[in-house]
């Protein structure tokens, strides 16, 4: 019988109330709430970890994640680094790659409809999302699943049984959804199946615990009821916050632009740290570094007493870049940046780009060149002081080069040497 089939019957009562809790109890709840955005239920969780600590039963956490692009960056392990230090506390994590909710598409946060991907996109992203997530998890302790496994055999019986478990009215309760209602922007029924297929993951796996950001909470909750539909004990709630990106305004995404890849190169890697502000530092620091939150504070206090906040970053540098590929290419990135930028110098791997179109816009040519993701970014760099050319600060956003060749610079990092035809 489906897990979907059969009468609703009481969830599972949770254990007592510890009479004294211990401090290992004390000390996983504290690795959980460090930087989490919420806890729900904080009580529930830590009669969860006293009931694993009486029994030795190690505890169920569940991250899923959809393959909706190739490459995993530096706000996707937020919520992995979390991962990580449970798992040091001896629980079971799973990694659940949703390659069926995929063909669905989340609308979380979403305006419009996202459009679903095909199977073979799905199949492109996934092949790569568990060897990268394996640079923060303990590969050998991981536990790896696809949620087409339980998805797929629910069939179109098994579906309709799912969805009377959960009304139309709890499902508008849902900000995104219920601010497209309001403004007439339609709501394709599909999108109603997310929120359940990604709670009946909770039921399958039998979750104690779900992570994921803060824009996931809904979702996290309707697993939760799902479960407690189910007869099961209701898994618990762990949001993280969303990371911004370099521009310290929006969230880290691939698509804007703003987005630390952790495959990229070391040297990329490190320069992108290196280019975030002061004050987004101590954000990274507290969501990225494995370093203890004391330790933190003592590093930001000599910050205010006047050490240069720049040796600082170069300490986050250095671990995320060690993190990801090892402390010699940490050393060596640092030290090209130093050769790069303190001495003015330009990188020995400079892209070479060639061009046509002369006499073209200088916005069009950063654009074409790949140093800017749109036009409006390029406008945005000219006027904030971020564009050379061959060293000569640009200033006027409405420049045409010539034909000729040209060492273009956007910001400190990006570089290319571009010849220009007509």
Known sequence: MN???????????????????????????????????????????????????????????KLGLDPTAPDLHLGHTVVLNKMRQLQDLGHTVIFLIGDFTAMIGDPSGRNSTRPPLTREQIEDNARTYFNQASLVLDRERTEIRYNSEWCDPLGARGMIQLASRYTVARMMERDDFSRRFKGGVPISVHEFLYPLMQGYDSVALRADIELGGTDQKFNLLVGRELQREMGQEPQCILTMPLLEGLDGVDKMSKSKGNYVGISEQPGEMFGKLMSISDELMWRYFELLSFRSLDEITRLKAECAAGRNPRDAKVMLGQEIVTRFHSASAAEQALADFEARFRAGAIPDDIAEVSLGGAPLAISALLKQAGLVASSSEAIRNIEQGGVKIDGERVEDRALKLPVGTYVVQVGKRRFARVTLGA
């Open 3 to 61: 897990r979907s089939e059969g009468a609703s019957r009481p969830a599972a009562a949770p254990p007592a109330e510890p009479a004294v809790v211990s401090d290992r109890v004390r000390e996983a709840l504290a690795v959980s709430l460090r930087g989490c955005e919420e806890l729900l239920v904080e009580a529930e969780w830590r009669l969860k970890l006293a009931k694993s600590e009486s029994t030795g039963q190690p505890l169920r956490i």
